[in-house]
């Protein structure tokens, strides 16, 4: 992607001639749509009786707004300093995205050597998304950005860990591997609200493969990975989840972990790409449920064809099992089918269509029947769920 | 485009050079922008509660939000698509430089965020955080968005000097049609189940003939005071219920357990140009719909100003204003309220960017007002004043980048 490079007011004629290794860059997505939702969140009376909903987004469509600035240094030797400031926005009321935090995408900085790979500090991405999210079909470039249900996985980077030391490998015939750990940051107990991700990943020709673990404990504490934005509360008064998850995550006694175990393969043909990933994700030790854990399966292949050199088609479907954690609760499947179309008015803007189906059923979390929820924009009032959008997105 | 390049094109943008990069890039533009409006305040009569009475005080202060032009910085971008369509987009940002926050009740892009296409003979479509159609095609004939003026009708309730940002709108814009140019705007709910509320439109038309320049705008928001909606569309928007963004001008019709349903604006204003000399006027009609606690009637103002606008020298200039808002009975007595207001403005430019100036505005209230208490002053939303008259005098800078 082109990115314009934007000196910064004082510093234009340096940056240009005398420090030509170094320099800031801004830059952005905005990705407007307008949709509507068959059967979105309507509650009446204390009972959800769903509702049609037309609405504009800016921040669940295929690339989420953003604008950010980012630089590097050069620092001879092979080093370089680099940095990233990255904020989310939704253009349909001003606001951040990410809960209202301002740097919401990431905020880091760090060291970047050729040989020995970069170490990068800050809020940023885990594992998951490095070496697996990539191919899915939420951040794949010809992807829709609708996640998996409830995006259990972490696979389209809804949550964003906070305190994390990133170190990531330099490129070995097209292996790479890394991790991070994130400090949980609470005096007198290291380990509470921390976690770590390692994950490796393969890129070379038309083959792309990855493969990641990652635990994290109290996922839903206020700052840790699973409520890590400015605008979090506490687990026993948090309205995040939809009752996919969120008799695991929320109320008095949530989740003392949160293990995600993913795997993923694309292969590119030229004008055709395919992709398949696959999860096992486990909340550990739910008090609501004696100390048992839930254990989810996902599973989702993905295709694109590039029809010609400005219009592509892509189309998904995902799999989501939850295990019964006590009796049928957690018993639960979704299905989710999804197709896109996109046309290109130029390479940094394009237009599209795109269309999620999705069907739940068995056990929710908390023990009533499952429900549909697309992208966590609520629960619907019944099994199903479709999300229709047609959007424009410009790169800069 | 190879880097090096991209980086002059860049560089050559920033601000009011973006005329070069026309040439160097013509296929894509990138400019960070904003205004920098910043003055000391005196208000006579301001809002002073003690002991849960309202004893007035003057107030000495500094703002940067409600001057002649808000405070703000933004980034837009074009890119040329060819044929003579662009994608075009805008995030643009107040700031108040006296706390360090955003403006627009800490929005962080509370003025306008939005993105879409333009094209050269169809006009424009842009979806996001905009103006309406007052704004587009009426205010900016009144004094409100002059450059002068910054101080707004009473309340802003017509929203002359676009206090309401509208969210979740889609707007078209015609071309310039020989003077002519037309559009509106669509404002979705986003209610499930419940498409009409929080929603709104507005349509409007202008026309640009040299010297004379006419505008007409009408637009209708249900519920408008609800969160998110028309005339509660920041971050920090609470229900009516418990909010207190309005004043005692219109808050008995827009907070409360039953606000007003719906809100219905009707304007007309123009400008003309002789010499050194602009005159302007302008009228609108203001209404409150099915307001809960009047037993569902409508509250209606209606607002008429004349302004002057005169350039001694290049760089001397200065600027004169009157007011006059009435509002029409809802239940006895409450709401006959009348407001009148005049404004002084002179304005020195130290450059083409800079200027410095002083402005001194005075209102006076007579009547009833929303509330059934008596109509009390309120210049540009400081604050109800304790009595029926309220004085701002301001000394301010302002620089454009």
Avoid at chain 1, 71 to 86: I, K, R, T
Avoid at chain 1, 338 to 365: C, E, H, I
Avoid at chain 2, 141 to 166: A, K, Q, R
């Amino acid at each position: 992607m082109k990115k314009q490079i934007f000196a910064l007011a004082a510093l234009v004629p340096l940056s240009l001639t005398t420090h030509a290794q170094s320099n800031v860059t801004l830059y952005g997505v905005i990705d407007e749509g307008l949709q509507f939702n068959t059967n979105n969140r309507n509650v009446v009376g204390g009972r959800n009786v769903g509702g049609r909903q037309w609405n504009l987004d800016s921040l669940s469509g295929p690339s989420g707004s953003r604008w950010g600035v980012k630089g590097n240094e050069d620092l001879g030797g092979g080093l370089s300093a680099v940095f990233s400031l990255e904020s989310g926005v939704n253009l349909n009321n001003g606001n951040f995205g990410q809960g209202g935090t301002e740097f919401g995408r990431q905020a880091y900085v760090g060291i970047a050597s050729r040989d020995y790979g970069t170490v990068l500090l800050g809020r940023q991405y885990d594992s998951v998304n490095d070496y697996v999210g990539y191919m899915t079909y939420g951040l794949v470039g010809y992807g829709n950005g609708i996640a998996h249900p409830g995006d259990i996985d972490n696979t389209t980077h809804v949550s964003r860990p906070n305190n994390t030391i990133k170190y990531t490998s330099p490129n070995l015939h097209g292996f790479t591997f890394g991790g991070t750990v994130s400090l949980g940051g609470v005096a007198g107990s290291v380990s509470t609200n921390s976690g770590y991700s390692a994950g490796v990943g393969y890129r070379q020709g038309p083959v792309s493969f990855g493969l990641v673990y990652e635990l994290f404990k109290n996922p839903s504490n206020q700052g840790a990975v699973l409520n890590s934005n400015a605008n979090a509360a506490a687990p026993a008064t948090t309205t995040l989840y939809g009752s996919l998850n969120s008799g695991y995550l929320a109320g008095a006694n949530p989740a003392t972990s949160w293990q995600v175990i993913a795997a993923a393969g694309s292969y590119n043909f030229g004008r055709f790409v395919v992709a398949g990933a696959y999860s096992n994700i486990r909340y550990a030790n739910i008090g609501r449920y004696n100390g048992a854990s839930a254990g989810f399966n996902d599973a989702e292949v993905n295709a694109m064809y590039q029809f010609t050199p400005t219009v592509f088609f892509s189309v998904a479907y995902n799999y989501l099992k939850g295990n019964a954690v006590r009796g049928d609760v957690g018993d639960q499947t979704y299905h989710q089918f999804y197709a896109m179309a996109d046309y290109a008015l130029s390479k940094r803007t394009d237009v599209y269509a795109s269309a999620t189906y999705q069907l739940a059923s068995g056990t929710n979390s908390v023990g009533t029947a499952a429900v549909a929820d697309i992208s966590s924009v609520g629960d619907s009032s019944n099994s199903h769920q479709a999300l229709f959008r047609v959007g424009m997105r410009h790169r800069f | 485009m190879n880097n090096r390049l991209r980086q002059v094109a860049a560089t050559a943008l920033w601000g009011t050079l973006c005329v070069v990069s026309a040439n160097v890039a013509a296929q894509s533009r990138l400019t960070l922008y904003g205004v920098i409006d910043e003055g000391v305040q005196l208000v006579t009569n301001n809002k002073h509660v003690v002991s849960g009475i309202n004893v007035g005080g003057r107030q000495w202060t500094l703002n940067s939000t409600s001057g002649p032009r808000g405070s703000r910085w933004g980034f837009r971008g074009a890119e040329d698509l060819g044929g003579g369509t662009s994608a075009v987009w805008t995030l643009e940002s107040g700031i108040n430089l006296n706390s360090g926050s955003f403006a627009q009740g800490g929005t962080p892009f509370g003025r306008q965020a939005y993105v879409g296409l333009h094209d050269r003979r169809l006009g424009s479509v842009l979806l996001g955080r905009q103006y309406d159609s007052i704004n587009d095609y009426v205010a900016r004939f009144e004094f409100g968005l002059s450059g002068y003026g910054g101080i707004d009708h009473p309340g802003d309730l017509d929203n002359m000097g676009h206090t309401s940002h509208i969210n979740n709108t889609i707007k078209y814009a015609s071309p310039d049609l020989r003077g002519f140019s037309f559009g509106g705007t669509l404002s979705l709910g986003g209610i499930a189940g419940a498409v009409g509320e929080n929603s709104g439109y507005s349509i409007g038309a202008r026309y640009n003939g040299g010297p004379l320049m006419l505008g007409a705008a009408y637009e209708y928001f249900r519920n408008p005071s609800a969160p998110g909606a028309a005339l509660n569309s920041n971050v920090d928007a609470v229900p009516p219920a418990q909010t207190t963004v309005f004043g005692s001008l219109n808050a008995g019709y827009l907070s409360g357990a039953q606000p007003a349903t719906t809100w219905q604006l009707a304007a007309l204003a123009g400008t003309y140009r002789f010499g050194a000399t602009t005159l302007g006027a302008g009228w609108s009609n203001v209404r409150y719909g099915n307001i809960g606690r009047y037993g569902g009637k409508t509250a209606t103002f209606n607002d008429f100003e004349v302004h002057g606008i005169y350039r001694f020298t290049a760089l001397w200039s200065g600027a004169l204003d009157y007011n006059y808002l009435k509002g029409n009975a809802v239940s006895g007595d409450i709401g006959d309220q009348t407001y009148h207001q005049a404004t002084l403005v002179i304005d020195y430019a130290l450059s083409k960017r800079t200027d410095v100036y002083a402005s001194a505005t005075m209102q006076f209230a007579s009547g009833t007002n929303s509330l059934g208490a008596p109509a009390v002053a309120d210049i540009s939303q400081t604050g109800d004043a304790s009595n029926g008259r309220q004085a701002l005098l301001r000394l301010g800078v302002r620089t454009v980048f």
